[in-house]
């Protein structure tokens, strides 16, 4: 297994950071398709933490992505105060996309609300669209 794991102030930064470090790491390991869905579930998990996660000055949202066996996994944790954590559909002005897409091109996903909020979500070769 190829993992990583990434600790971000909530800048906006982050999700640029992030994208890069998965690019880096983990694109010898994946196919195109796979790692441009992986980039863009990373950049907006990472957003939706910054935007609702409720963010306090010193907290950090982690990043963790692993392969293994064909099976990418990506978890984005902030401190998560509570709040709904569902998709929507997205909005006429550009905005409500983040889960929408996870729900899309992940094979499964969840929420994990255990010491903060963890957004998980899987990838294969072949993500179910």
């Known amino acids: 297994m190829d993992a990583f794991e990434l600790s971000l102030p909530p800048a906006p930064a982050a999700a640029t950071t992030a994208r890069t470090e998965v690019t880096e790491r983990l ?7 796979v790692l441009e869905d992986l980039r863009l579930l990373v950049t907006e998990l990472i957003t939706n933490a910054l935007r609702h996660g409720q963010l306090n000055p010193g907290d950090r949202v982690s990043v963790k992505a692993s392969v293994d066996d064909g099976v990418v996994r990506l978890e984005v944790t902030d401190p998560g105060r509570d709040g709904e954590v569902a998709p929507r559909d997205p909005g006429p002005r550009g905005g409500g996309y ?11 996903w969840g929420v994990d609300r255990r010491g903060g909020t963890t957004v998980w979500c899987e990838l294969t070769p072949e993500p179910g669209r």
């Open 27 to 33: 694109a010898a390991l994946l196919g195109t398709q």
């Open 98 to 108: 983040g889960l929408f897409l996870v729900e899309q091109l992940a094979r499964r």
